[in-house]
Structure formats: C-alpha cells, structure tokens
T-cell receptor, first 109, second 111 residues
Framework: AQRVTQPEKLLSVFKGAPVELKCNYS??????LFWYVQYSRQRLQLLLR??SRESIKGFTADLNKGETSFHLKKPFAQEEDSAMYYC???????????FGGGTRLMVKP | ETGVTQSPTHLIKTRGQQVTLRCSSQ?????VSWYQQALGQGPQFIFQ???????GRGNFPPRFSGLQFPNYSSELNVNALELDDSALYLC??????????FGEGSRLTVL
C-alpha cells in the first residue's frame, strides 16, 4: 500500500531563514511526487512536481529514491510562504493522489 | 476560463440522512475526482470519474457513490450518514491524467 508521511504538523521559522518541509513515502512502483499548497482562504493548488524539476516561488524538491523522500526546500523564507503544504504521491494506475497529513508553515517577521 | 465550482459550500445533516454534493469541472476538463478531508488531515481519495464512468476508487464503502454527467459535471452521494462523515469534500477536475485543479470544497457536518 502506498503511504505519504509528513512528520511535522507545524513548522515555524523567521523571515529569511531556510525552510525544509519533510516528506517520506512508501510505494512499490516508480513514484510520481507532488507538493500542493493551500494559502489562507484559497483552494488547494499544485506547487511543484518532481518530474519537471522546476523551482516555483523559490521552492525546490528533489526525489531521493534511496531515502524514499521528497523534501521541500527554500533557502530564504518569506512571510507570504505561510500556508499549509501537502506532499502527494500519484500511483501508476491512474490519477489518484495519496496525500500526507500536511505541514503548516508559519513565517514570522 | 471558469474554475472548479462546488455546491453547497456548507451543510448540516443528521445521522442516517442522505446528502448530494455537486461539482462543475473546469472548462475543457473531462475527469473529476472526489476527496474527503477530515479536520487536521490530508485529503483522502474517494473515487474518480472519466467520461461518465468510475475510473478508480479509494477505500470507501458503497454508500459513497457518484455520477458524472455528459457535460463532465459530477455528483457525490453519501447514504446513511455517520458522524465520521463530517469533513470537507473536495472535487478536482483534470484533462485525463493531467494536473488536478481543486474546488473550494463542501463542508459537511453530521450531527
């Protein structure tokens, strides 16, 4: 069975500090991983996906198959980064996503 | 371009009742997925519809059922409501297996 774990419910940092939101997964096949973000009073939206290897809003995430991790990183946090972040895994059999429990990021001024 | 819209935004039911939630997919999308998000948890996959056929189902009992219409809008029906069904129900549309676009959700409270 596939599973996504986000060990931190809440992560609080100061503006300008580095951020790392942890995500670990278990999946027997070749995973496709995503990060979704939900800003206050907005809908859930895609932040980035591992296959595109892009940087969005200064965030990057590298898939580490050896450690089964897909941590989200940003070198310098901004107050507008405060939001709920969800890591998600897509299986090979369709467009079903398995989400982690989410991490609330709070960036303090 | 119209995004994913869901109705109603909030509703309250009592145990044993039935509920229907509605979703209009984003223009051009032919696939709709439904997720249940309990308080403090991540969304959990219920099922997906592609061209009016169920195209995958998560670990939910048969009292959770759905429909997709020719215009690709969708309904989620839940029979014999239980207290644990209280949650935010999210609809997401996509073009096949492309990026999911989520609605704002319908918050169901079961008393």
């Amino acid at each position: 069975a596939q599973r996504v774990t986000q060990p931190e419910k809440l992560l609080s940092v100061f503006k300008g500090a580095p951020v790392e939101l942890k995500c670990n997964y278990s999946y027997s096949g070749s995973p496709e991983l995503f990060w979704y973000v939900q800003y206050s009073r907005q809908r859930l939206q895609l932040l980035l996906r591992h296959i595109s290897r892009e940087s969005i809003k200064g965030f990057t995430a590298d898939l580490n198959k050896g450690e089964t991790s897909f941590h989200l990183k940003k070198p310098f946090a901004q107050e507008e980064d405060s939001a709920m972040y969800y890591c998600a895994l897509k299986n090979n059999a369709g467009n079903m996503l398995t989400f982690g429990g989410g991490t609330r990021l709070m960036v303090k001024p | 371009e119209t995004g994913v819209t869901q109705s109603p935004t909030h509703l309250i039911k009592t145990r044993g009742q039935q509920v229907t939630l509605r979703c209009s997919s984003q223009s051009g999308h032919n696939t709709v997925s439904w997720y249940q998000q309990a308080l403090g948890q991540g969304p959990q996959f219920i099922f997906q519809y592609y061209r009016e056929e169920e195209n995958g189902r998560g670990n939910f009992p048969p009292r959770f059922s759905g429909l997709q219409f020719p215009n690709y809008s969708s309904e989620l029906n839940v029979n014999a409501l239980e207290l644990d069904d209280s949650a935010l129900y999210l609809c997401a549309s996509s073009l096949g297996e492309g990026e999911l676009f989520f609605g704002e959700g319908s918050r169901l409270t079961v008393l």
